[in-house]
């Protein structure tokens, strides 16, 4: 599954922004966004890759890390085959590379991923 990730940018703290990650190349069972578990995950520099989010394959569930819970929202859009990440009040700790990753239900660890979008909050 190839994922391309997009929306990152500049943003002032208490401000939003929403990123998209598409599944991208032939259209096919494989490219399927749908028959995966889908998460988000990001990295500072110089810190350890962070869990941000996860929806299920049919949006039954999601889950979030504590420190963005109650402001980040993770969405899937089955016709668009892609995913979404909504962050509102955001501050100076959100700024990372944010990276889409896939996964079959089946599987314990996102196998796919995709190249990043950068998200600086700054004033």
């Known amino acids: 599954l190839q994922l391309v990730e997009s929306g990152g940018g500049l943003v002032q703290p208490g401000g939003s922004l929403r990123l998209s990650c598409a599944a991208t190349g032939r259209t096919g069972s494989r490219n399927d966004m749908g028959r995966y578990d889908m998460g988000w995950y990001r990295q500072a520099p110089g810190k350890a890759r962070e869990f941000v989010a996860a929806?299920?394959?049919?949006?039954?569930?999601?889950k979030y890390g504590d420190s963005v819970k109650d402001r980040f929202t993770v969405s899937r859009d089955s016709a668009k085959n892609s995913i979404y990440l909504r962050m509102n009040n955001l501050n100076s700790d959100d700024t990372a590379i944010y990276y889409c990753?896939?996964?079959?239900?089946?599987?314990?660890?996102?196998?796919?991923w995709g190249q990043g979008t950068q998200v600086t909050v700054s004033s």
């Open positions: 990753a896939a996964k079959m239900p089946i599987e314990s660890d996102f196998r796919s």
């Open positions: 929806i299920g394959w049919s949006g039954h569930w999601s």
